[in-house]
């Protein structure tokens, strides 16, 4: 009988676990510089992998490049950063809520297809796609608000974060598996015929749940 032996991680994973526990972790805190060279010298490995890791973790948004400088754990403006998710959550919680009379049946279950997507991600967590995906769910449910006004706001900030962070849940990882089954909550809302009130206040909650988590994470860090 063979015994199976688990794949030995690669260099280049191992360095883009090193670097993102310590970015997340806030002991390379916004701003600080990855200088390829001495983190090669840290982990025993070449310049490559850490290249490789670096390119992996500006995808995520936690990394940026800047000129004659070169990569450093990103920034962010998070007053900015706040103050648009609350106001996302308020205008989208209302476009959804307006937009209810109109969903289609085949409109439900494009989000809840999404939504198990998003599920189905949580075991090999990406967070760039989560994000993206946790968008279209959205989009999904307000696509339909009559309100033209209301419609462009909403989609004014989705555009406004996605310029301040490119994946939340780069930061709050945790907050991925919330965040679906509150999904399947307001589905549930929405296919019981629940008062409009309801679904707008289970939109704007979860929205700001997300706040929430964000904060406490940059709060809890040095």
């Keep these: 009988m063979t015994t199976e032996t688990a794949p030995a991680t690669s ?12 970015i997340l972790s806030r002991e390379f805190s916004p701003g600080y510089r990855l200088v390829l060279g001495p983190i090669a010298a840290e982990l025993e490995v070449s310049v490559v992998p850490v290249r490789e890791a ?21 920034t962010i403006d998070e007053e900015a950063y706040h103050d648009t998710m609350e106001a996302l959550g ?9 937009a209810l009379p109109e969903l289609t049946a085949q409109d439900l279950e494009r989000a809840e297809a999404l939504n198990t997507q998003m599920r189905h991600l949580l075991e090999n967590f990406d967070p760039m796609r989560f994000t993206s995906l946790n968008e279209q769910f ?32 780069s930061f709050v990882p945790d907050r991925a598996g919330e ?10 809302l929405i296919r019981t015929g629940a008062d409009a009130l309801e679904v707008e206040l289970a939109v704007r909650q979860h929205r700001w749940k997300t706040v929430a988590a964000y904060r406490a994470t940059s709060q809890s860090t040095p």
């Design 54 to 74: 670096v390119r992996r973790l500006e995808a995520e948004g936690l990394v940026e490049f800047e000129k004659n400088v070169g990569a450093r754990v990103a």
């Design 90 to 98: 308020a205008l989208e919680g209302v476009a959804t809520s307006l």
């Design 179 to 188: 965040s679906v089954a509150e999904h399947e909550q307001i589905l549930t």
């Design 138 to 169: 959205h989009r999904v449910l307000f696509s339909r608000c009559p309100n033209p006004h209301i419609h462009e706001l909403v989609g004014r900030g989705w555009h406004r974060l996605a310029g301040l962070r490119r994946s939340t849940f």
């Design 11 to 22: 260099k280049s994973q191992r360095t883009y676990d090193w670097l993102r526990e310590r």
